[in-house]
């Protein structure tokens, strides 16, 4: 699956930092977790911070010239590495406080390889910057994008920084899309693999440029190299002025969902 053994490389120290923090994720469930307040109404707990602890030392003993930024943490390594790593060891905390097991563990090198695992699904999504494939129990499958299921994952969660004149909420409201598609929430990047793997036709969120964020950075990896289509809410190319993130199977739904993102009236 993978082409370059650089690629390789990297891609396979991405799948198993990734696969470390699941596990740890996957142990604690369940447990009776102290929050840890961030601010804002958000938090972490103690799985995130063992999680991106465990991760740190995956990617530390492979690649210990490299730097890290993790969710928790903060920056780690070298002020002038040449390389960075993008970590968020468990996004849907608030799902995983609750008891809802929808949720992922995110690891990215900047500009290359990246992995997402699904601590209890068992699996691990991933691509080496070029191709992208899913791993389950040592086996690899690519990862074939497509709209069939005409499910979209739409973030409600505010902030809405594009309001009013674009809303991704106002999305669910418009008549022609619950007649081509049908409406899903999911408070985790874990929607975004879902996309790459034929598992939804398409996600929206709105934000600002979320391509170096630790949230998104395994994801849109994950959707670029699947051949997904990928723009920001307001159509700008990732990793530039981009606010927010439109990521669709197939050039026709993407086209589809900007035209409804957009409409007025």
Known sequence: MINSPAGRDDAEVAIAAASAGADVVREMYGRRLARIDKGGGDFATAADVEAEKTILGVIGAARPEDAVLGE?????????????????????????????????????????????????????????????????????APLVPTSATRLVDVNLDPPFPSAPGVRAVDLLAHPGFVERFRPR?????????????????????????????????????????????????????????????????????????????????
């Open 72 to 140: 928790e943490g903060g920056r780690r390594g070298a002020t002038g590495a040449a390389r960075q790593w993008l970590v968020d060891p468990l996004c849907g905390t608030l799902n995983y406080a609750v008891g809802n097991m929808v949720v992922a563990v995110n690891v990215a090198l900047r500009e290359g390889a990246a992995a997402v695992a699904d601590p209890f699904a068992g699996e691990v999504f991933c691509t080496d910057g070029e191709t992208a494939w899913v791993r389950r129990d040592g086996v690899d």
């Open 185 to 265: 929430v999911v408070s985790s990047t874990l929607a975004l693999a879902w996309v790459a793997a034929g598992r939804r036709a398409a996600y929206v969120t709105d934000g600002g440029d979320l391509s170096g964020s630790v949230h998104f950075a395994a994801g849109i990896a994950l959707c670029r190299a699947a051949g997904c289509v990928l723009t920001g809410i307001d159509g700008a190319p990732i990793g530039g002025s981009a606010r927010g993130l439109v990521v669709a199977a197939d050039a026709e739904t993407h086209a589809l969902l900007m035209s409804m993102i957009h409409h007025r009236g």
